[in-house]
Structures are given as C-alpha cells and as structure tokens.
C-alpha cells in the first residue's frame, strides 16, 4: 500500500513512521518548507522509538518528503489529512487531495474532533471519506479511532479497520459521529474539571498532575471506566453521582485560567511557558522521560 501523510507538526512524522516500519510506501507533505526541512528529524526519533517497543521492522523505503501536495498523493491507496482544526481548511486539503487521487484511493482525517459528516458535505466524494484518529503520540499509543460519516461507504470503513489492525494499533469503531469522538469527549471533561479545580484554589496544578496520574490514571491504564463501574460496585457510583454529580463544573466555555494565558502568548512547550515554566533543555528532557515511560508503560499493559 502506498500512504500519503499530509501535514507534518505534531503527528504527521510519528504516523509516517508507523506505516513504514509496517511495510508501507509513504510519502509526506507540509506547506511549510521549515516543518519539510525538519521531517527527517522527525521520522528518525520516531522509528527509535518504535525499535524501543519491540515492533516488527517489514522491508520499506525510505519515507519521502515531496515539494507539493500533488506530487505527495499521487499512487495513494490512503491518504491522511492531518493539517490545522479549522474545517475550511480541512475542506480545502481534501478538494486538492480528492483531484489528485485514483477514485479507489480512501481520504481519511486524523482531526481531533470535527465530525467526519461535515468534512464530507464539502467534497465531491464523500463515500470514501472516514475519520482516522490518532492519539498522540501517534508511534506509541497503539489506539486508533475509525469514525465513518453520514456517506461513509461499509467497505471503506471495513478496509480502515484492516489498515490499523495491520501497522499493529487498535481500531476502535466510533458509532456516531459526534463532535470530539470517544477519547476526547473523555479527555476533555477531565481537563475541564481539573482546570476548575486548580482555578478555585483547591490544589495546586503540580498536586492535581500527581492525584490524577497516580489516582485514576493509574488504575484506568488498566482497568477502563466501564470495567472499573463493575469492580467498584455499580451501587457505589450511583450513590456518590446522587450528590457529587451536582456539584462538578459543567461550564460551557473555556476557564479564564487558560484563555488568560493564551492570550499573553502562554502557549506551553511550545512558547516556553503556560501552566509551568521550560527551558529548551527542560523540553528536550521531558519529551526523552516521557517517551521512555510511554514506552515502559505500553510494554507492561501488552505483557
């Protein structure tokens, strides 16, 4: 199969490598010559990466970087639109990809959270379009959510499947295309909870990081919220939920504490500083630790 990744920040190289250490020809594409000039860089700590894990090497080619879009999906079997969370621009990418492509060729996005029906009202093919979601980091979560639309043809969603079982990951079939999915739903309800509870001064952001990654993160590494209803008692939860539930945030829009931040240019990593304080040698080492522990911890879980 030949791939096409189109976008190359944050997920694309880790996703491109994936599918090349499975066996597949990948070629990738940015608009932005800086974020092409540092793929490489990109491919290589990800394939490392997955040497670390153990996964299986198949015989490919080096993965290539192309200068247009055009040249970058031509021969695809699958396309990954991976480029900014704006719908318009999504649209835009997948007219261009849609243009260049054989007819058999899937279009799949890997957006966060845009349902995958209105990506496709703007596109002439909408059957062989699906959602492809993966969680970052994309070379070490090993979960992929498949999401059809509205239009999304049974054998296109059938054959996404085939895909992610394939490069090694576990597709998770999404059955209503509802804005942010399943994991960010989940994800984002965390945040918005812990966001409050360090805006109203009950703890500290570094005591709510250690209450949730060695509280509940802890045991749903292992046991899902489902199984873990189970395991603590269905009976226990609705007594709690009867007055807890009244009492969580339940705002609609984003926590002054965040927007306050954005808006002084506080990004996080990215612009050295947020929530907490980076030097670029701080950001080197957490992305080497926590790499190392995703690693440990996806051995473990798999063992």
Known sequence: MKAAVIGLGTMGPGIAATLARAGH???????DAGQRAKAKAGFDIATTVLGHLGVAEQP?????????????????????????????????????IEAAVSKDCIIASDTSGIPITQIQEGIATPERVIGMHWSNPPHIIPMIEVIPGAKTAPKVTEAM???????????????????????NRVLYSIMRECVDLVEQ???EPEALDTCVSWGIGYKLAVVGPMALLD??????????????????????????????KTSQGKLGMKTGG?????TPERIDAL???RAKKLVAVRKALQS
């Open 25 to 31: 020809t990948v070629s990738t594409f940015d608009a």
């Open 161 to 183: 499947t085939a895909i992610v079982k394939q490069i090694g990951h576990l597709p998770v079939l999404i059955k209503k295309d509802v804005p942010g999915f399943v994991e």
């Open 201 to 203: 001064g009950v703890i």
């Open 274 to 278: 947020g929530i907490f304080d980076y």
């Open 60 to 96: 490919h080619a080096a993965i290539a970087v192309a200068e247009t879009l055009a040249d970058c999906v031509a021969g695809a079997d699958l396309a990954i639109e991976n480029v900014s969370e704006k719908l318009d621009v999504k649209i835009k990418v997948f007219r261009e």
């Open 287 to 289: 992305r080497a630790e």
């Open 231 to 260: 395991m603590a008692g269905l009976d226990i939860y609705q007594a709690v939920s009867s007055y807890l539930n009244k009492e969580l945030c339940t705002r609609t829009d984003t926590a002054p504490y965040v927007t306050e």
